[in-house]
């Protein structure tokens, strides 16, 4: 797909990540397009870029600093203009962390004592070693 920079005055332009406009779809073939019309109402229409493709949108209530990162409630984002509250999580993010970097289904050996676990993870459902360490997460 190909979109030239007039593209988005144009009036034809579809404004959408998947088609380019009503007359060429995939994108004009070259470097101008014989079809351009300017929009006369472009000035005025209000696009939100929400995949991030375009220009940035400056949208922090909590700062005047337009290098601040976009704002979004804790627990919580959005997604299309609608806020979508993230489930409660069972572990926190450090403890998340700290399980991918200690358990054996990651690591490969016991945190404990450091034995390697044999390669076959897919078949296996307790993580219990012969030192002792086991496994409660399950």
Not at 108 to 135: I, L, Q
């Given at each position: 797909m190909r979109k030239l920079e007039q593209c988005a005055s144009c009036l034809f332009c579809a404004h959408d990540h998947h088609v380019v406009c009503a007359v060429h779809p995939a994108g004009p073939g070259s470097e101008t397009c014989l079809d351009f019309r300017p929009d006369p109402d472009f000035e005025e229409k209000q696009f939100e870029d929400f995949l991030g493709r375009g220009e940035e949108t400056f949208e922090n209530p909590e700062s005047t600093n337009p290098n601040?990162?976009?704002?979004?409630?804790?627990?919580?984002?959005?997604?299309?203009?609608?806020?979508?509250?993230?489930?409660?999580?069972?572990?926190?993010?450090?403890?998340?962390?700290?399980?991918?970097?200690?358990?054996?289904?990651?690591?490969?050996?016991?945190?404990?004592?450091?034995?390697?676990?044999?390669?076959?993870?897919?078949?296996?459902?307790?993580?219990?070693?012969?030192?002792?360490?086991?496994?409660?997460?399950?």
């Open positions: 601040d990162e976009q704002w979004e409630p804790e627990g919580a984002s959005y997604y299309n203009g609608e806020l979508i509250v993230q489930p409660r999580q069972r572990w926190t993010r450090e403890q998340q962390l700290e399980l991918l970097e200690t358990h054996p289904m990651f690591t490969g050996k016991c945190p404990s004592c450091g034995a390697f676990f044999n390669s076959d993870y897919t078949a296996r459902v307790h993580w219990d070693c012969e030192c002792g360490w086991m496994d409660d997460t399950v």
